[in-house]
């Protein structure tokens, strides 16, 4: 369709030079399937726009510097204190720029709920298996992004130089120190010297306003581009296979949902930011090394790093004169980035032990994959109980218990609280996945309870509707990975058998429990039992109306 | 007196009797009189009555103390056993009558149940038992009296001061009491309390002597001066508003990302879900009719 002749003239002139008419036409169009999950990663993207907005007003006010001034703004109890720059300029955008508090309250916030959309729409991908072929480089690229915004939070924590964030950088310093051999240069490198020193707020203000978020930009284009190419997954219905996406054009629909979202997200941050303090720094006062506050927390996404240090024993080592902090060394060092790459490389992981090599574009129910919905529960579990570990002393006092028991219940809970919830979960998943199965074979239970003639007491049944039987029966099949015979038909032995076995018995652990769909044969027989005068045989009158558009996946 | 003598004036009156020959000892006896009315009126209560209403007051404080007091802290305050070895309460000779004010003062004494540390609560005393339970410790051995009402009296500190009481509060008191003063925990289930609606007397008095887990702030190692300034910042602290909002009890972050995350995306996710079962459905249904 040659459609510019019947474009307005300032449209036309555009589009002669930039061509968008093809390029809209195209992408206008791109279907989208419907669903609330699917929008929580916008919740991510628009609180970065957010940031990106808020953040650029707090810039014009805010001097990156620490340099020492006299503060002579207009909030009393810290009039004529010595301070730092960055921290004096913080107190005047709170108190003496107009608006500058409920920007900075929004900024604030912003970046709390970023970092939180981002983890809700990372286990929404874990939980339903979006993460696999042929997505598992957007998986990779989500994780980037999560990982950056966290230490872009952390940076921006540190930034107005108040005696909380400094507590929370002195902590990072004890950290870096901690580490073998290097760790002495590296926080130099970063501090410029001792710590805190003059550099650091003018260092981190750069990486904070302009390295960081330029990244994340890239990868967040990078993203949204991957998820156009690949087109976005679907959850099994009705007409919906691997090959196509059935939902609503991007265009007038989602336009219309996602520009919709937009606002209501601003708005709720924006109310969040105009009633709800947040990062009171005129409380915590300027940063001295010589002061500390109780409560002294990082904001809530370090919480966990912070609890796995906090609730690790003392441990400390004296060789030679140089002494090896095992109780930072382990918790801060070794156990964050070990869980943190265990997750990012998961898909990787799971692929190797299922071996599965296809694409897939239908997502999968939690509970179809009960060994996966184990391992995400005891993710969150574990995460979460460092996390609770990072506020043990609020739990003690709120709760009234001894910190001394919080902390050594933690120390075990941590370990044995993921194996548990492992277990519960996965039987949990596999139950459902049960009743799924009688659901297919069996119906639904209508709570009617008959009585026959002779005195037995039968339940009756009524059989699913096709569309639900076909939402529940659109996966596959899986089996346990086989391992093949030891030696080959010429008595050669079969290389790398022991990698062969252990994932054998990898695969057998994923797969072995759970509950296969029926097969047709399964089915049929079920629905010759239907025929018994126990069960009911009208079905329920459809009312669910289909009206969303096919689009070929090709 | 006739009403013609009465028009003359008092002046007049005491000039025309100015040579009268008791005049001399008339103006001795006014004297006299206002001497010892001025005296009176500004030296110290007389010796001898004040050592009575004292020892009446020790008196009455004893009896008080062998009442409430002296099943944990023996019938004369040197300490007691639970029999079973283990202390129940300390020797209280030499704490002071500002240790006596602040513990009963603030209803910690008497304590309700031995514990990790005993709660503030409402006082079990009136003032004047206290006065007199504090009178009695006193007595047994000098210790921090209770601090005069100027010394702790905060309502004309200047911002200066106030500034200054930040300072010194978070070098000497944040690390266990929280930047504003709302409290923190410690070891073994104790805990610094918040500071919030503690008078001006009994924060200067925790100072002093130290209660329970706090370290004694002597006069010695901090200055009167510096301890009304400090209770200056606190006090303006409390009556201070949050500007922000809501002040989500002065925590912190943790505080923070529980309202972000409950609030937050609690409410962000109720939408999407709205937004994912709303609009196009219901639009294309009713067309489709």
């Known amino acids: 369709m040659s459609a510019n002749t019947e474009f307005p003239g300032p449209v036309k002139w555009i589009d002669d030079r930039l061509g968008i008419a093809k390029i809209g036409k195209k992408n206008l169009r791109k279907v989208f399937p419907d ?16 940031l990106i907005l808020t953040g650029t007003f707090l810039t014009f006010w805010f001097k990156p510097s620490m340099a020492e001034v006299q503060y002579n703004g207009s909030y009393s109890l810290l009039k004529g204190l010595h301070m730092s720059e960055a921290y004096a300029s913080t107190l005047d955008i709170t108190f003496d720029v107009r608006g500058g508090l409920l920007v900075r309250q929004i900024h604030h916030w912003a970046a709390v709920l970023f970092i939180a959309a981002m983890m809700v729409h990372l286990l929404r991908m874990f939980f339903t298996g979006a993460f696999r072929k042929p997505r598992e480089l957007n998986w990779l690229i989500g994780f980037g992004m999560l990982f950056l915004g966290i ?41 410029g010297g001792e710590f805190p020193g003059d550099d650091f707020v003018s260092r981190f203000f750069i990486v904070h306003v302009l ?78 090394p010589a002061e500390v506050t109780a409560g002294s927390q990082p904001d809530w996404y370090m919480g966990w790093l912070e609890g796995s240090v906090r609730i690790f024993p003392g441990f400390e080592s004296h060789f030679w004169g140089v002494t090896l902090s095992w109780n930072l060394l382990i918790p801060a060092l070794i156990i964050p980035p070990a869980f943190v790459t265990l997750v990012a490389l998961y ?88 009743a799924d199965y009688e659901r297919l074979t069996h119906g639904l239970e209508t709570g009617v309870i ?38 080959d038909d010429n008595g050669v032995r079969a290389p790398r058998r022991a990698l062969h076995k252990a994932r054998a018995a990898l695969s057998r652990f994923y797969f072995a429990d759970a509950v296969q769909k029926p097969t047709a044969q399964e089915l049929e027989e079920a629905h010759e039992h239907a025929h018994d005068p126990d069960e009911i045989h009208e079905l329920t009158e459809d009312t669910e109306t289909y009206r969303e558009v096919t689009s070929d996946r090709s | 007196m006739s009403e013609k003598r009465s028009s003359l004036s008092p ?101 309700m149940q031995p514990g990790a540390q005993i709660p503030r609560k409402t006082p079990a005393y009136s003032q004047e038992e206290i006065e007199a339970l504090a009178a009695y410790i006193a007595s047994l051995a000098p210790g921090p009296a209770v601090p005069a009402q100027d010394s702790y009296d905060v309502s004309k500190a200047t911002d200066e001061q106030i500034t200054r009481g930040g300072e010194l509060f978070r070098t000497n008191c944040t690390a266990c009491h929280n930047f504003a003063g709302r409290g923190g925990a410690l070891p073994n289930g104790k805990y610094a309390p918040s500071l919030m609606g503690v008078s001006e007397k009994h924060i200067y008095e925790a100072m002093l002597t130290g209660p329970q887990q706090m370290p ?67 639009k294309g249904a009713k067309a489709h009719e």
Request: proline share 5%; glycine share 12%; with cysteine.
């Open chain 1, 35 to 50: 669903h609330w999950s699917f929008m929580l990663g916008e919740i991510a993207l628009y609180s970065f726009i957010i």
């Open chain 1, 151 to 191: 230490v872009e939070g952390f940076i921006g924590y540190g930034l107005p130089d108040d005696l909380l964030s400094g507590t929370g950088l002195r902590i990072t310093n004890g950290m870096i120190q901690a580490s073998p051999v290097v760790g002495t240069y590296m926080n130099f490198f970063i501090f």
């Open chain 1, 211 to 288: 390295l960081i978020p330029g990244i994340i930009l890239a990868l967040v284009t990078a993203h949204l581009f991957l998820v156009v190419y690949h087109k976005h997954t679907q959850y099994a219905g009705p007409g919906r296979t691997q090959k196509n996406v059935v939902g609503y054009p991007l265009f007038p629909v989602y336009t219309a949902k996602a520009g919709g979202f937009f606002f209501v997200v601003f708005g709720i941050t924006a109310l969040m930011g105009a009633l709800m303090q947040i990062n009171p720094v005129w409380l915590y006062g300027p940063y001295n």
């Open chain 1, 347 to 434: 898909p990787f992981i799971e692929g190797w032990i299922t071996g599965d090599k296809r694409e897939h574009h239908l997502l999968d129910r939690p509970r179809d994959v009960p060994t996966r919905t184990g391992i995400g529960v005891a993710f969150i579990t574990f995460y979460a109980l460092l996390w609770i570990g990072g506020g043990n002393d609020l739990i003690a006092t709120h709760f009234g218990i001894s910190l001394n028991n919080v902390t050594w219940f933690l120390r075990f809970a941590v370990i044995l609280g993921p194996i548990l919830a492992f277990m519960v979960a996965r039987r949990w998943a596999i139950s459902l996945q049960r």
């Open chain 1, 450 to 487: 008959v009585r026959s003639p002779e005195g037995k007491y039968t339940e009756k049944h009524q059989p699913i509707s096709t569309y639900e039987a076909y939402s529940l029966t659109a996966r596959d099949r899986v089996l346990p990975h086989e391992i093949g015979p030891e030696t």
């Open chain 2, 11 to 111: 002046a007049r009156f005491l000039s025309a009797r100015r040579r009268h020959r008791s005049a001399g000892l008339v103006v001795l006896l006014f004297g006299l009189l206002a001497v010892g009315s001025a005296y009176a009126a500004f030296a110290p209560d007389d010796a001898v009555a004040d050592n009575s209403a004292q020892s009446q007051q020790i008196e009455e404080g004893k009896k008080l103390f062998a009442v409430g007091c002296s099943s944990c802290h023996g019938l004369n305050a040197e300490g007691g056993g639970n029999g079973a070895g283990k202390m129940a309460g300390p020797s209280l000779i030499g704490v002071g009558a500002a240790a006596v004010d602040f513990q009963v003062g603030t209803g910690r004494m008497p304590a």
């Open chain 2, 216 to 282: 004694v702030f002597s006069d010695q190692v901090m200055q009167p001066q510096d301890k009304a300034d400090i209770i200056a910042y606190l006090k303006a602290l409390q009556t201070q508003k949050d500007p922000g909002g809501f002040g989500l009890g002065r925590l912190g972050p943790v505080s923070e990302g529980l309202w972000g995350w409950l609030v937050g995306i609690g409410l962000l996710v109720c939408v999407a879900v709205w937004i994912g079962a709303k609009g196009v459905k219901a």
